[in-house]
Nanobody, 120 residues
């Protein structure tokens, strides 16, 4: 099982980006999915989560600007980021709780991270 994130880049403040993260491999089911971010010199922080029923939660710092969604058929989670600010600059990581179809293990997996840079 692996998570592959994409969509990062460099944009000006006020702009938008859409991140994607696809789970692949021996998957039985995917439970909660989430996006985290880590800015230089800061701990990793939770940005948004989406449950296996589609319920969402957001960090206060991104409420009203970011939207998390998922495609259940594609085992993919998205993060639409609007009205971006320089303080959103970070490496963004996806995370998902997945049951492996082969081993039946249930655990969290991390994507490789994608860099988002917002210029002022």
């Amino acid at each position: 099982v692996q998570l592959q994130a994409s969509g990062g880049g460099l944009v000006q403040a006020g702009g938008s980006l859409r991140l994607s993260c696809a789970a692949s491999g021996s998957i039985y089911n995917v439970n909660d999915m989430a996006w985290y971010r880590q800015a230089p010199g800061r701990p990793r922080e939770l940005v948004a989560t989406i449950s296996d029923r589609g319920s969402t939660n957001y960090a206060d710092s991104v409420k009203g600007r970011f939207t998390i969604s998922r495609d259940f058929a594609k085992n993919t989670v998205y993060l639409q980021m609007n009205s971006l600010k320089p303080e959103d600059t970070a490496v963004y990581y996806c995370n998902a709780e997945i049951r492996d179809h082969t081993t039946w293990n249930l655990r969290h997996y991390w994507g490789q991270g994608t860099l988002v840079t917002i210029s002022s």
